[in-house]
């Protein structure tokens, strides 16, 4: 029986070939091959919101392909991905192609020769309910930005346009400005002592607390009052407490965390790490291994396992690691509300290839990526980590200080896996510190009373890790859409990326004023959650999609219609730099444009002179000097895809670059400023590559 498989891409269809005999053909859509027309509404709002679809512009040969391709099989399977937007694009190509066959879908969450040859014998019909959840977010969708935007153009600016997530995200980013520009700090103190035991033995204790309570020590003077009192008393120990700590290991990955830790590990943007994760998933050539896909589907927000990927890696921690890594049962890990527990959290398809073996074949961001995905799953079924962690309190008048140490003395799970932080969270345990062996009632020597002052800190801009775990506790969006989110209003001018985090520009602060007032359930979080709810519940079957996608039109046409009528034109001031325009003399502006901010003259068109942000670092260019050029600043500079680099400001006159951050020192070879190798370190080496002496 000649069998025709379509997929969404040509290297999943030449996966799957690899694993199917003669009779099978396995061709690519190239994703959808139908949408609403870009060029009008396409949504029926006196028909019960019917949508009016579309061959997409450029899809006519691939149907036809498709549709020839279709005449000479005797059967048709719809292989697209296993998720809301795959059903929808199985439901697309059945119409396109006048398939009758009422089991015409087969789906896997892993693409390997034993997943594919089984979904193969195992097809069922197209989930409508999958189809109308996908088909009520793009109406919906539809309906915000194609009427929000008309509005956008009319009161702020042509050429605007608004989402119905993205919009949220961007208020997000705009309320976290807010709160640090409206932030006071707040002063205060900390009170460290250097102690000493009676055999030589020196450890630190801090401040805790005074007579039973917490203390605050708001300036100078109360430190000092606390100096005062304790440098001529008795130190004496009055508890000592030890207990062993576990420290569990984390789920396997979902959608979501692979992009923070990705991210805050890798450096990697969501779309960045969403790319990869689709090659990985769709199979790759593994030399003689033949290709395979490496992963489980990576878009989802459940973490079991299977109990074959379970058993399979806890033989694999047994032989590599020994008996006393795997724990007597395996881990389960608990998954938020509402996942799809019909998916697996993100894995390796076997953990028997491992990133080592696999690493040959692959490219750079692949196999960190791949790694990441097989530590962290390796890991979480690994024994917990073991600590000693000891706490001593010492009396002081009727003042106490603390001391604390922890020491590793087990490391289970991370042998191979250390979960990332973002810079908010609590400091990582995992550093070993000791306390010297001290009795209740030991006397102890005051060595010395560090007196440090503080202040209060703002909350910390969005980096794109913590943005993304945002929009995930606040039920904001689905796995698929984190990565789109982020892309769209970084695109759209509301949003940049400043050394990593997040900034609305004036344009995305107005634009998110202006709906806030006027469409303030839009922007609202727990509005948004609210309808991501409902979606689930169309998939379950629980709502019909019309039904949701009325309950929200009636009020926001009203809202539309007041917002026309009665909002005030806006103008949108560029901010003005104290940068010469050095062919005008005008004072040039910032503007926002592809790859980030940049300086532009305001006498735009007669005068189109523009110039990157330089963001000098304190240090002059040691090459300017050695060719004679007037003096040059070293700056920090952007490239195209957003990544750093450091470059004189008298480019391009002057060549001198470095992906590490230079400094005043310069090397006694070459005569270049050296740089730091790695953020922190304080050790500068040369990074010149033609430097006989350069590590460059």
């Known amino acids: 029986m000649a069998t025709l498989i379509i997929v969404e891409s040509p290297a999943k269809a030449k996966t799957i070939k690899g694993f199917l005999g003669r009779n099978y053909t396995v061709k690519a859509s190239l994703g959808h091959v139908r949408d609403l027309p870009r060029s009008k509404f396409g949504i029926d709002l006196e028909n019960n919101f019917e949508p009016r679809y579309i061959t997409i512009r450029g899809k006519g040969p691939v149907l036809k392909e498709l ?74 969708d539809r309906i915000v930005g194609y009427k929000l935007s008309p509005l956008l153009w009319a009161k702020v600016k042509p050429g605007l346009s608004a989402g119905r997530v993205q919009s949220v995200a961007v208020k997000l980013i705009v309320d976290r400005e807010r709160e640090i520009e409206a932030f006071v700090p707040e002063e205060y ?97 593994l030399g003689k291994l033949g290709t395979h896909g490496l992963i489980t589907y990576m878009r989802t927000d459940a973490t079991r396992v299977s109990p074959e990927a379970i058993a399979e890696v806890r033989s694999f921690i047994k032989e590599t690691h020994g008996a006393d890594y795997l724990p007597k049962k395996p881990r389960q890990f608990a998954s938020k509300k509402g996942a799809q527990q019909a998916h697996e959290a993100i894995r390796p398809t076997s953990v028997l290839l491992t990133p080592e073996q696999v690493k040959p074949h692959l490219s750079r961001d692949q196999f960190r990526l791949y790694k990441l995905i097989w530590d962290r799953f390796v890991a979480s079924q690994m024994s917990s980590a073991k600590f000693d962690a000891t706490s001593v309190d010492i009396a002081v008048q009727d003042y106490l200080f603390r001391a604390t140490g922890s020491r590793l003395i087990f490391p289970g799970f991370l042998k191979i896996y250390v979960e990332g932080k973002d810079e908010n969270d609590l400091e990582n ?150 940068v010469i325009c050095d062919k005008c003399g005008r004072n040039m502006v910032y503007k926002l444009g592809r790859f980030g901010r940049f300086l532009a003259c305001p006498g735009y068109p007669e005068c189109k002179n523009t110039k990157p942000i330089l963001d000098e670092i304190g240090v002059e260019c040691a090459l300017c000097k050695q060719e004679n050029r007037p003096d040059g600043k070293l700056v920090r500079r952007r490239t195209r895809n957003g990544r750093f680099f450091f470059g004189c400001s008298n480019y391009p006159e002057c060549t001198f670059t470095s992906w590490q951050q230079p400094v005043a020192e310069v090397c006694p070879h070459c005569g270049r400023n050296m740089a730091l190798r790695k953020k922190g370190s304080e050790e500068p080496v040369c990074v010149n590559k033609e430097c006989p002496g350069g590590e460059g």
């Open 67 to 140: 549709r020839e391709a279709a005449k000479k099989a005797d059967r048709i399977l719809l292989a697209t991905d296993p998720d809301r937007e795959g059903e929808a694009i199985a439901w697309h190509l059945a119409e396109a192609l006048n398939i009758q066959d009422d089991k015409c879908r087969i789906d896997f969450h892993e693409i390997t020769k034993s997943q594919v040859r089984q979904s193969v014998k195992e097809p069922r019909p197209i989930a409508q309910p999958l189809v109308d959840a996908q088909q009520a977010r793009r109406v919906l």
């Open 429 to 578: 345990e995992l550093g070993d510190r000791l306390l010297p062996a001290l009795e209740i009632d030991e006397v102890l020597a005051l060595q010395k009373l560090d007196l440090q002052q503080h202040f209060t800190q703002p909350p910390p801009r969005y980096s794109e890790a913590s943005l993304v775990k945002t929009l995930e506790e606040e039920g904001i969006g689905r796995p698929s859409t984190y990565a789109p989110i982020i892309d769209t209003i970084q695109e759209r001018g509301y949003v940049y990326l400043e050394e990593k985090r997040f900034r609305p520009t004036e344009l995305g602060t107005i634009v998110v004023d202006l709906l806030s007032e006027s469409f303030p359930q839009l922007l609202d979080v727990g509005f948004t959650a609210a309808l991501e709810t409902q979606l689930d519940q169309i998939e379950e079957g629980a709502l019909s999609w019309q039904s949701v996608i009325s309950d929200f039109y009636g009020p926001f046409a009203q809202d539309l219609e007041k917002a026309h009528e009665e909002l005030e034109r806006i103008t949108v001031q560029d901010q003005v730099s104290d």
């Open 189 to 285: 103190w900390s009170v460290t002592a250097l102690l000493q035991t009676g055999r030589g033995e020196q450890f630190e204790a801090k401040l805790l607390n005074k007579a039973g309570k917490k203390i605050k020590l708001p300036n100078e003077e109360a430190a000092r009052q606390v100096e005062q009192d304790v440098t001529p008393a008795s130190w004496v120990v009055s508890d000592v407490k030890t207990t062993t700590r576990l420290r569990n290991p984390a789920a396997p990955f979902t959608t979501s965390t692979m992009q923070q830790e990705a991210a805050r590990k890798l450096g990697f943007a969501a779309k960045r790490t969403m790319r990869v994760a689709q090659q990985l998933y769709e199979g790759l050539p």
